[in-house]
């Protein structure tokens, strides 16, 4: 199993640029994640999903945009790049009974930096 | 507030025990978490406690709540330098898909 991956693992942007982040996992978890990773901060939460077809908004939702078509991809797009957007993201997945309803599988990253 | 706190940096010799701390705010979390992180990873879940428990032990890692001064810490017997990363802690609150709060992270350095 790959578990969780993202691409890409590096991206450089420029103001008002639109790009999206590819996340894709292999074991068929109903749930996955989007979360934003900034210095001295920790995680917070952008946007997630509970099924294919399903999507809410997480903390910071604005300036970015989600779907979920299947249960194995959930791409997080970003419409006009901002520098406030530059940052580490992380996707997550876990499957519907995960104990303790914690997060398990992350994606190695995406460095993302908008000059 | 919803904040999570941790002190920024640890230091430690291999071998010593190593205590990371952690503070929070919410009364009515459910579950408190502890992952890592290895420089270019992604978080991985070290263990978890329920908030009705004041302890849990899993091999080198032991947990401690104190849910009166809301206060967990994470201790890590003869700690080795593959131990060297960050840790977060995190909360979750109850009600929700994911109302979960992390911590800034506590980066742990261990001196050989």
């Not at chain 2, 990371?20 to 992604?42: H, R």
């Not at chain 2, 909360?91 to 979960?100: L, M, P």
């Amino acid at each position: 199993n790959a578990g969780v991956t993202q691409t890409p693992k590096f991206q450089v942007l420029k103001t008002g640029q639109s790009m999206t982040l590819q996340c894709a996992q292999d074991m068929n978890h109903e749930y996955m994640s989007w979360y934003r990773q900034d210095p001295g901060m920790g995680l917070r939460l952008i946007h997630y999903s509970v099924g294919a077809g399903i999507t809410d908004q997480g903390e910071v939702p604005n300036g970015y945009n989600v779907s979920r078509s299947t249960t194995e991809d959930f791409p997080l797009r970003l419409l006009s790049a901002a520098p406030s957007q530059t940052s580490v993201y992380f996707c997550a997945s876990r499957p519907k009974g995960q104990p303790a309803n914690t997060e398990a599988f992350f994606g190695q990253g995406t460095r993302l930096t908008v000059v | 507030g919803e904040d999570v706190e941790q002190s920024l940096f640890l230091s430690v010799r291999e071998g010593d025990s190593s205590v990371i701390n952690c503070t929070y705010t919410d009364s009515s979390s459910t579950y408190l978490y502890w992952y890592k992180q290895e420089p270019g990873a992604g978080l991985q879940l070290l263990t978890y406690i329920f908030s009705n428990m004041d302890m849990k032990q899993d091999q080198r890692l032991t947990v401690l709540l104190n849910k009166k001064d809301k206060h967990l810490s994470l201790r890590i017997a003869d700690t080795q330098t593959g131990d060297s990363a960050i840790y977060f802690c995190a909360e979750k609150k109850a009600g929700g898909y994911q109302k979960v709060t992390f911590g800034t992270g506590t980066k742990l350095q261990v001196i050989p």
